[in-house]
Nanobody, 113 residues
């Protein structure tokens, strides 16, 4: 079973940047498509970005041009670089794989206006 641990969240002003990391352990994650999700208070969890094993990327329209997903298979880690942050990006961010596995604790991102 793959254990996922997210980190890198924090409090940032609008327009700022953060880089999230998701470290996977317990299994080699290189064959998997990896995803970042987020869940804002009172809202459903939504997919933010996706990266295939060959590093093809897909983004939600709300983050396109601002967020960049990447992966380092040697480190079993996937990243989410978030630039030009907006208050509506405030959420708990989670990573996972396809097929969906156990969810980690997530990392809180708070963007102040």
């Amino acid at each position: 079973q793959v254990l996922l641990v997210e980190s890198g969240g924090g409090l940032v002003q609008a327009g700022g940047s953060l880089r999230l990391s998701c470290a996977a352990s317990g299994s080699n994650f290189s064959p998997y498509t990896m995803l970042w999700y987020r869940q804002a208070p009172g809202k459903q969890r939504e997919m933010v970005a996706r990266i295939t094993r060959t590093s093809t990327t897909t983004y939600a329209d709300s983050v396109k041009g601002r967020f960049t997903i990447s992966r380092d298979n040697a480190k079993n880690t996937v990243y989410l670089q978030m630039n030009s942050l907006k208050p509506e990006d405030t959420a708990v961010y989670y990573c996972n794989r396809i097929p969906i596995g156990a969810w980690g604790q997530g990392t809180q991102v708070t963007v102040s206006s």
